[in-house]
């Protein structure tokens, strides 16, 4: 079984179109990430949910929106896809204070 | 905001021969964690230091944590091509958000057969 996974893989949109990607880990873990990872593999924590609630939010631009039904699940929905949106996104979860950070086999977006 | 800075961006090795990245920061880290990215994967946890001074090992990996607190290394003796990949560090820093880890930019390494 998959530990964190995410859908789709690959994801190839227009610009201005609005797409969702879905995550969902089994681990029972209380924390979950959006990471974005761009052509030089550079990695920028987005969002971390913990319990449902946010508790980071870093400098994204509000296009960006986190959706957490429950701890078991965190979506990112991007509304109006921009070229510089392309990169892979990664879901992640942890537990407790360790922190270790358990990834999802990322999606990679392409903005045409 | 905080950052971790960790060099080489890219090292390029001949099979057998040792490969080290450095992690740096500019303050006192709580704790230092080491993933592996193979290329095409995903980031997978390799261990994690949180003593000063502290050294781990992992067949041939050997980490490291300063004993200030600010600065580690991976060093991986006789490299095979099965270490390809980008290794990141990934620190907390004391006072700093649970759940913020702070990514180095990583190194990528290629091993020549």
């Known amino acids: 079984d998959t530990a964190v996974s995410q859908t789709p893989k690959y994801l190839v949109t227009q610009m201005g179109n609005d797409k969702s990607i879905k995550c969902e880990q089994n681990?029972?873990?209380?924390?979950m990430y959006w990471y974005k990872q761009d052509s030089k593999k550079f990695l920028k924590i987005m969002f971390s949910?913990?319990?449902?609630?946010?508790?980071i939010n870093e400098t994204v631009p509000n296009r960006f929106s986190p959706k957490s039904p429950d701890k078991a699940h965190l979506n990112l929905h991007i509304n109006s896809l921009e070229l510089g949106d392309s990169a892979v996104y990664f879901c992640?979860?942890?537990?407790?204070?360790?922190?270790?950070?358990?990834f999802g086999a990322g999606t990679r977006l392409s903005v045409l | 905001g905080q950052q971790v800075m960790q060099i080489p961006q890219y090292q390029h090795v001949q099979e057998g021969e040792d490969f080290t990245t450095y992690c740096n920061s500019s303050?006192?880290?709580?704790?230092i964690q080491w993933y592996k990215q193979r290329p095409g994967g995903h980031p997978v946890f390799l261990i994690q230091?949180?003593?000063?001074?502290e050294v781990k090992k992992q067949k041939r990996l050997t980490f490291q944590f300063g004993e200030a607190k600010k600065n580690s290394s991976l060093h991986i003796t006789a490299t095979q091509t099965t270490d390809v990949g980008t290794y990141f560090c990934?620190?907390?820093?004391?006072?700093?958000?649970?759940?913020?880890?702070?990514f180095g930019k990583g190194t990528k390494l290629s091993v020549k057969p």
């Open positions: 992640a979860s942890s537990q407790g204070n360790k922190n270790i950070q358990y």
């Open positions: 681990l029972g873990h209380d924390t």
């Open positions: 949910y913990n319990n449902k609630e946010l508790i």
């Open positions: 303050t006192t880290l709580s704790n």
């Open positions: 230091l949180v003593k000063s001074g």
């Open positions: 990934a620190a907390t820093a004391v006072g700093g958000s649970q759940g913020n880890l702070i």
